[in-house]
């Protein structure tokens, strides 16, 4: 085959999204749903698991699309939620719940990082509770 394959994933909060180029034709795009739970006000949180599930399932449906093209894909590009992220063990098993950039739950942290305008200068990254760094902060600190 001598097309340009490329495998696109847009791993969103809400669902998965994937695509097949097959050099400048788009073969999809294909979605799989992804579960959000708010256990408390603020918190917004998905089971790391479904994350792989739902690229899974999405792939498998482009595959069935064009199973010949999809054998040969040459490059996978991923876009993903900003500042989502979840603990895992050195076997690559959750530690927790995968903790989605709308969680609110670190203000203290994420005020305890310091002057805004500075932390901004620093990492490029807008101070709030949506920052990762905050939200690790917050994990190490007990919960």
Not at 92 to 106: K, V, Y
């Amino acid at each position: 085959m001598s097309a340009r394959l490329v495998l696109t994933l847009d791993l969103g909060t809400s669902t998965t999204k994937a695509g097949l180029w097959i050099d400048d034709e788009l073969v999809g795009p294909t979605r799989a749903a992804l579960v959000t739970h708010h256990p408390a006000p603020g918190h917004a949180e998905q089971d790391p698991e479904s994350w792989w599930t739902s690229v899974v399932t999405a792939c498998a449906e482009l595959r069935a699309r064009a199973p010949d093209a999809y054998a040969h894909v040459a490059v996978v590009a991923c876009s993903a939620a900003r500042e989502t992220f979840a603990p895992f063990d050195a076997e690559l098993t959750p530690l927790g719940p995968g903790i989605l950039w709308s969680d609110h739950r670190a203000d203290a942290e994420a005020a305890a990082l310091g002057d805004a305008d500075a932390f901004r200068l620093a990492t490029g990254v807008v101070r709030s509770p949506a920052v990762a760094l905050a939200k690790v902060v917050r994990g190490l600190a007990g919960e």
